[in-house]
């Protein structure tokens, strides 16, 4: 996998770090372009996931309430972060406690959709996003990637590529 995982700003503040991931060769991360795809159709919602970030990262850090857990495999911190109870617009990220979450891509659940499993266009996203947990995970274990002393922000190398390029 050939990755960047780069802080969004001005989300990130005082009560949680809010990346994304960036692929080899594009100039847009994960996040960027839900937002583009989204935001004709359910502007709305957007400004609501938008605000949401924006608390997150200044205000009350990644609340397990803002969350739809266990959109992944066990133990691979993949959830949905939801804009409101009553709509349907999903954002899949890698939640690490309060204090940091990396977002992903996503998609609209239709009505009458249970999993997102049922969705082509929200199965790719959440896979996307459950592959990705994989690989950070496991390079965290390694020690590519760590935690800061304070236990608040990623660091290391945050640029995976198989080139060996930084």
């Known amino acids: 996998m050939n990755y ?27 996040f960027e372009k839900f937002v583009d ?4 159709k359910f502007k709305n919602e957007i400004k609501d996931i938008l605000k949401r970030l924006y608390q997150i990262g200044h205000t009350t850090g990644a609340r397990i309430s803002f969350f739809k857990e266990h959109e992944g495999r066990f133990g691979d911190f993949v959830c949905a972060l939801f804009d409101t109870p009553k709509r349907n617009l999903r954002l899949y990220c890698i939640r690490f406690g309060t ?7 996503g998609g609209h659940k239709k009505k009458g959709t249970k999993a997102w499993q049922e969705d082509e ?3 790719f996203e959440a896979n996307q996003v459950i592959d990705y947990a994989n690989d950070i995970l496991k390079r965290i274990d390694e020690g590519d990637l760590q935690w800061s002393f304070d236990k608040t922000e990623l660091e290391g190398n945050l640029k995976n590529y198989d080139d060996g390029e930084k």
């Open 4 to 30: 960047e995982i780069v802080e969004m700003q001005p989300f990130s503040g005082s009560e949680a770090k809010v990346y994304s991931l960036i692929s080899k060769g594009e100039n847009k991360t994960l």
């Open 37 to 40: 795809e989204n935001d004709d």
């Open 99 to 105: 204090v940091a979450i990396i977002l992903g891509g």
């Open 121 to 123: 266009k929200l199965s």
